[in-house]
């Protein structure tokens, strides 16, 4: 449940997005993803997760996004996201760049 409502969150942000920032479906999709991750990781692991206090800044900007963006101010609201969601998850970034990296090694997509 939590992987096709993190899905669908995503895809709502990318279709709110190419629609000339529609603030509908842009908090549909922030509502999705996050009570998608909330099943995936669970609800305590989540929440330490958000309020630790090093990420504390990523995670006012982001939740500050999410406000804006339900306040109707869609622009605004996706920048102070999009800045909260690099501070929140820039030490995942080395470690998925990594993966990507790997995947040269793999036979068939070698070749490719």
């Known amino acids: 449940i939590g992987v096709g409502l993190v899905g669908f969150g995503l895809f709502f942000l990318l279709f709110g997005i190419l629609l ?13 993803f996050l009570s ?32 804006m963006v339900l306040m109707r101010w869609p622009i605004l609201g996706m920048l102070l996201e999009a800045y909260g969601f690099i501070s929140l998850f820039r030490s995942f970034f080395p470690v998925a760049f990594g993966f990507l990296g790997s995947l040269a090694n793999i036979p068939l997509l070698s070749q490719v």
């Open 20 to 32: 000339y920032f529609d603030s509908v479906l842009l908090a549909f999709g922030n509502l999705l």
């Open 36 to 67: 998608g991750l909330v099943f995936i990781v669970g609800f305590r692991r989540t929440f330490t997760f958000f309020f630790q206090r090093p990420k504390l800044k990523g995670t006012s900007f982001f939740f500050g996004g999410l406000i």
